[in-house]
């Protein structure tokens, strides 16, 4: 049972008074128009559509609070194992739709196709406020534009923690998510003269209706001081003391995530950084009032901004800072909740899980092992048994740059007590390697913790997550299989295999087809005749798409759902470009939208997407300078839009550069009249998740092209596909996966296999590379100036770095055969339209192990052992 500080006899009055949900369209309103009028103070007389969105979103909170409520106190009384995931970014986007979506609650049968719509007969919660909006004089679309992104994450790695929570709630487990709570996400994107520029993200200017502000919860955070021994006198291992020199609060601001027909609200609790009100009195009092306020406000900067870097780690002190402050609060928390059950110590790994998203969280590790020690006087050993039963760390990169470091001086004057239990970590680590491998000297310096490095010794934070965890997974088969090859080799020597496991990462599909895609979802239900929408939650059941593939009437239904997001995308490129359309909106129906979407960075290839644009441009204009007829070059080079999307790390020249060079080949592309837009080349400015829901649907054919063997997964593969669209890819990431699942007669792929990487390179590095003839004209005409007439050289190191550095990403080695997969997806596509149209229905009929739902299943059984807690019904 659960203490309550209310008398029973007053309980009474407090069933008599319980707060109801709104059930029907009518209900709605009734909510919708008392939170316009109590909570916004507003009116009949000036309700807009920003006051209509934060309206509906309380209404609709309202409803989840509800139930967020009851799984947080069943959660309680049952007792059972909690999963905690512990993740620097959550990119979260829109919360309203998925809200709306995922309210559906119903999952029986026979209420389907009722005409009076309530939230429990089947499919329609969506539809019941559609149209409860639309009656109250707003439209739907409309007030969902009104909600900012919570952008709180750089890419893959913090959307693959948003699916993560839908997929956890929707599965009932009994999971929190810790991150932070930033005043500025990610920064949006301004295109200037072909210029990325970044402007702060300013999400949190109206008020947030998603989050609850937990006031009551304040963790103290202490930074920096001193280590007092008084305690232990000179034993190494004892308890001692650490007294900070700095303090700062940590506050609780709580977001629900409803599961998908489940009454499971689960909790996503993202820390806040706040000043103590200790107030330095001894700089007050010495007439000091200004730094003392400065001190306050150097508090506030902690949780300030999101580091918008992705797969690069900088190693700023204000970075570390964020990661200490939010692995104290969160585990602080995780540990207080603990106590409350009046366990002993020994049965906290029975009933917590921790996982790791990538290495920032590593330091909760530390402060474990220190809380245990340090605090709760246990033993050193039992203490680090009970840390490493607790965790487990996910990988997402093998690349060098991206792995965590940090340097032990700076480490040291902020956290000198954690520094300390890092060393004795090693050192137990290392005794017990040097006991297994006698006189190998060489490995204990190349698995130690503390890397031997000049200037200065630096902390590699992968190992520690290693040795801190129980287990260790990459994120798609190809990637968890590199891992154990190359840059966690001698851990699997010292572990064995066992530890080392794969979870291939997954997306919900509530999201990224139920949300994103209406069309298509309504099309799937109606065929699988499943108009309960129970797909989504088992996506084995698309599979009875399969034998509609070749009918001609269900192709052209599919085709037309295509069409019909095409130009849902085709508005929003008009809109961005200033009402001014760039897409030739008549032929839209045979024009092939290809389409790169993602950051912007040198491995993910968007260079060779940008070339090989240039030579099909280069090509045409050569057909016709001797002698072809516009038809004849259309034949060989029919219709196409190459769309691109990303964001390039603020510091990050080489991509800056690709963007620069993608929008000056479009300015060029896209004038040029000769060509009578056959081709046209777009760039979208500030992706992110709302603009991803709007791109991907539309896509024929997505770019996913990575340097094989560098992309760790890759997650809008899968979301491309799921929308129907097809893939042109390198044998990388889960592209690999998605073969086998869809059929290779259904994915594009082309290029050098990542076990040739290593060759490859070196014979760049010891012979000058040598271009492609086709590569060479692109490159040769890229430096002559014709996309930078007033600056001929603006591309210089984009060209130099394929010609004379050593082509890292291996550009000259994939170019032609990228080029000739292009020239035969062009061929399908336009050749024989039931083929293509075959190949994206087979490739949605089998998309289904990507589902995150199957991922978290994954996680539950082999690394956190925990079970679902289901709602009574
Ligand atoms: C991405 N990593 C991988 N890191 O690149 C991608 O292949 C994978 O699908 C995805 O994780 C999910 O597993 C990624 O996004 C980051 O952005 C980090 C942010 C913080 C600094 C270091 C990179």
């Known amino acids: 049972a659960i203490d309550t500080m209310i008398p029973l006899q007053s309980r009474e009055i407090w069933n008599k008074h319980r707060v109801k949900k709104f059930n029907t369209g009518d209900e709605f309103q009734e909510k919708f128009i008392s939170h316009v009028e109590w909570t916004l103070a507003r009116s009949l007389y ?4 920003l006051a209509a969105y934060q309206a509906t979103s309380e209404s609709v909170r309202d409803n989840l609070v509800i139930d967020w409520n009851k799984t947080q106190q069943r959660q309680t009384a049952r007792d059972s194992k909690r999963v905690y995931y512990l993740s620097l970014e959550f990119l979260m986007g829109r919360a309203l739709d998925n809200a709306i979506i995922n309210m559906q609650t119903d999952t029986s049968e026979k209420d389907v196709g009722e005409t009076k719509e309530t939230l429990t007969s089947g499919n329609t919660s969506r539809e019941m406020i559609k149209n409860a909006i639309g009656q109250l004089g707003f439209n739907f679309e409309d007030v969902l534009e009104q909600e900012p992104d919570a952008a709180l994450g750089n890419g893959g790695l913090g959307r693959l923690a948003a699916c993560f929570v839908d997929s956890m ?14 005043q500025y996400g990610i920064f949006a994107q301004k295109i200037i003269n072909g210029y ?47 007294i900070g020199g700095e303090r700062v609060l940590a506050v609780a601001y709580d977001m629900p995530i409803p599961g998908f027909k489940t009454s499971t609200v689960n909790n996503l609790r993202l820390w806040s950084a706040k000043p103590t009100t200790e107030f330095d009195f001894s700089k007050f009092n010495s007439g000091d009032y200004k730094n003392s306020v400065e001190q306050q406000q150097r508090a506030e900067s902690i949780t300030a901004v999101l580091y918008p870097n992705d797969n690069f780690e900088q190693g700023k002190e204000l970075r570390l800072k964020q990661q200490y402050f939010w692995c104290a609060a969160s585990l602080h928390d995780i540990v207080r909740r603990f106590k409350k059950s009046r366990r002993p110590w020994s049965e906290f790994p029975d009933q917590i899980a921790i996982q790791l998203n990538d290495t920032h969280p590593t330091l909760a590790v530390v402060e474990l092992q220190r809380v245990l020690v340090d605090l709760e006087k246990l033993d050193w050993h039992e203490a680090w048994d009970i840390v490493t039963k607790t965790f487990a760390y996910t990988n997402h990169t093998v690349m060098q740059e991206a792995l965590e470091k940090w340097p032990i001086g700076l480490f040291g004057r902020l956290l000198p007590r954690h520094l300390e239990i890092i060393f004795d970590i090693n050192w137990f680590f290392l005794k017990a390697v040097e006991e297994k491998f006698q006189h190998d000297v060489d490995l204990l310096g190349r698995v130690s913790i503390i890397e031997e490095a000049s200037p200065e010794r630096q902390i590699r934070m992968a190992f520690l997550a290693i040795v801190g965890s129980h287990k260790v997974n990459g994120v798609a088969e190809l990637h968890s299989d590199l891992i154990k090859t190359t840059i966690f080799q001698d851990f699997v020597k010292i572990y064995g295999p066992n530890k ?149 790390a603020p510091g990050y020249y080489m991509a ?164 000739a997969t292009q020239e035969l997806v062009d061929q399908v596509y336009h050749k024989d339209k039931a083929a293509w149209l075959k190949k994206s229905i087979l490739s949605v009929a089998n998309v289904g192990f990507f589902s995150s739902d199957r991922c978290i299943e994954e996680y539950a059984d082999t690394i956190w052992n925990a079970e679902p807690v289901k709602p009574e019904t």
């Open 46 to 49: 000036n309700c807009d559509d």
């Open 169 to 182: 709630a929707t599965g009932d487990y009994p999971a929190w998510g810790y991150g932070l709570r930033y």
């Open 196 to 242: 990325q520029v970044e402007t702060p993200d300013y999400w949190l200017n109206f008020a947030n209706p998603w989050e609850v502000e937990r006031s009551e919860i304040q963790v103290p955070i202490n930074f920096y001081g001193y280590v007092d021994r008084a305690q232990s006198g000179s034993s190494t291992l004892a308890p001692v003391d650490w």
């Open 500 to 648: 080392f496991t794969n979870v291939t990462n997954g997306i919900t599909p509530r999201r990224w087809l139920k949300q994103a895609n209406p069309k298509l979802a309504q099309l799937i239900s109606d065929t699988i005749d499943d108009r309960a929408d129970n797909y989504l939650l088992d996506m084995s059941k698309l599979t009875a798409l399969a034998k509609f593939a070749e009918d001609e009437t269900f192709q052209s239904k599919w085709n037309d759902v295509k069409q019909f997001n095409k130009l849902r995308l085709a508005d929003l490129i008009k809109k961005l470009n200033g009402g001014v359309d760039i897409i030739e909106r008549d032929h839209i129906r045979n024009t092939l939208f290809d389409i790169q979407v993602k950051r912007i960075h040198e491995y993910k290839r968007q260079q060779m997407n940008i070339f090989g644009v240039i030579y099909r441009y280069l090509s045409m204009k050569e057909m016709l300078s001797s002698g072809s007829s516009i038809e004849e070059v259309a034949e060989k080079y029919p219709r196409k839009v190459s769309i691109f999307g990303g964001k390039s």
């Open 656 to 819: 800056k550069l690709i963007i620069k060079l993608i929008n000056s080949v479009g300015d060029v592309i896209n004038k040029d009249d000769e060509i009578k837009d056959l081709l046209k080349v777009v760039f979208i400015p500030d992706y992110n998740v709302s603009k991803a829901e709007i791109i991907i649907p539309a896509s024929d054919l997505s770019e996913h092209i990575s340097t094989a063997g560098t992309e760790a997964s890759g997650t809008s593969n899968m979301k491309f596909v799921m929308n129907g669209g097809l893939i042109i890819g390198t044998v990388d990431g889960a592209n690999v996966e998605i073969t086998r699942e869809i059929g290779e007669d259904n994915i594009f792929l082309f290029g050098n296999l990542s076990e040739n990487v290593d060759e490859l390179r070196f014979n760049h590095q010891y012979h000058s590379t040598k271009l492609p003839e086709s590569l060479n004209k692109v490159l040769n005409v890229i430096e002559s100036g014709a996309f930078s007439p007033e600056n001929p050289s603006e591309f210089k190191a984009l060209t130099d770095s394929v010609k004379y550095h050593g082509d890292y990403y291996l550009v000259s080695d994939d170019f032609d055969s990228y080029v």
